[in-house]
């Protein structure tokens, strides 16, 4: 930034300010577990830790906790989505809800098929003023990541928040690798943001199949889905790289970027194998 002061904000990355006044200060907060939390954004740090303690977000024991209490606390209202709400499903009738093609294609084409139940490129879009991100999701597959697939992509959802001066989608955050442990993950995204009016979306796991997920804001947020678009949509067919093979984040596959770049739904065909 040719030598210009960069600004801290230690809400951007969910820490409290503790008397930190310069990146540096952030970085060396929790230098035991940094290196599970230096991401494109910044370190991501929970709130309610104190100096000292294990990082709330690498110990197992906490992985189901969100904002500094429980994940069933009253002080999160969850939102339970319909396959309706979800842009990206090019077929209504699947066999799983946030399957991306019909039963009749079972037969005729069985590679097709077995790739076919995964949700990449399906997005939900909603307005909330909520301080925090919660979600909880079920999964199909027991496996949670591959090889050529990381676990934030193969298993883990993505949010964006769009930027209003830039006039321009942002990432905000996204499942960690250490998040999911089993086909039922629960957690928080991000918390101890301003409570403001947000214009969101969030993408979802990359590979494994989705069988429900409900989103969780603040008990006395506002949370207004927005329906998908109803105009023509962008149609991806490839192999591994369109289904988003060695992509980071869910959001980040190359036909999910274009679609955003062009401002289009997206119907994601790409077919890993």
């Given at each position: 930034m040719d030598g210009a002061k960069e600004e801290v904000r230690p809400e951007r990355y969910g820490i409290r300010n503790r008397g930190l006044k310069s990146m540096q200060d952030v970085l060396s907060y929790a230098p035991a577990v940094m290196d599970c939390h230096l991401e494109s954004q910044g370190a991501h740090l929970k709130g309610t830790l104190k100096e000292g303690d294990p990082c709330a977000r690498c110990n197992p024991d906490e992985r189901k906790r969100g904002g500094g209490f429980p994940m069933n606390d009253q002080r999160i209202r969850w939102h339970r989505l319909k396959s309706s709400d979800f842009e990206g499903k090019g077929w209504p009738e699947t066999e799983s809800p946030?399957?991306?093609?019909?039963?009749?294609?079972?037969?005729?084409?069985?590679?097709?098929?077995?790739?076919?139940?995964?949700?990449?490129?399906?997005?939900?879009?909603?307005?909330?003023?909520?301080?925090?991100?919660?979600?909880?999701?079920?999964?199909?597959?027991?496996?949670?990541?591959?090889?050529?697939?990381?676990?934030?992509?193969?298993?883990?959802?993505?949010?964006?928040?769009?930027?209003?001066?830039?006039?321009?989608?942002?990432?905000?955050?996204?499942?960690?690798?250490?998040?999911?442990?089993?086909?039922?993950?629960?957690?928080?995204?991000?918390?101890?943001?301003?409570?403001?009016?947000?214009?969101?979306?969030?993408?979802?796991?990359?590979?494994?199949?989705?069988?429900?997920?409900?989103?969780?804001?603040?008990?006395?947020?506002?949370?207004?889905?927005?329906?998908?678009?109803?105009?023509?949509?962008?149609?991806?067919?490839?192999?591994?790289?369109?289904?988003g093979a060695y992509s980071t984040r869910a959001g980040l596959g190359i036909a999910q970027i274009l679609a955003r770049k062009l401002n289009m739904p997206l119907i994601n065909l790409g077919f890993s194998g």
């Open positions: 946030f399957d991306r093609m019909p039963p009749k294609i079972r037969e005729s084409l069985p590679n097709v098929w077995a790739n076919s139940h995964s949700s990449t490129g399906m997005c939900v879009f909603f307005n909330t003023d909520t301080s925090a991100f919660h979600v909880k999701y079920k999964l199909g597959f027991p496996q949670i990541g591959e090889p050529n697939f990381n676990v934030s992509a193969f298993s883990g959802v993505d949010l964006y928040i769009y930027d209003t001066r830039e006039k321009r989608w942002r990432w905000a955050a996204a499942t960690l690798h250490n998040m999911v442990r089993d086909q039922n993950p629960q957690m928080t995204l991000i918390a101890d943001l301003p409570s403001k009016k947000r214009k969101c979306r969030m993408y979802m796991p990359m590979r494994n199949q989705l069988l429900e997920i409900s989103i969780g804001v603040d008990a006395d947020a506002s949370f207004e889905l927005v329906p998908p678009r109803r105009k023509a949509p962008l149609v991806y067919y490839g192999t591994s790289i369109v289904h």
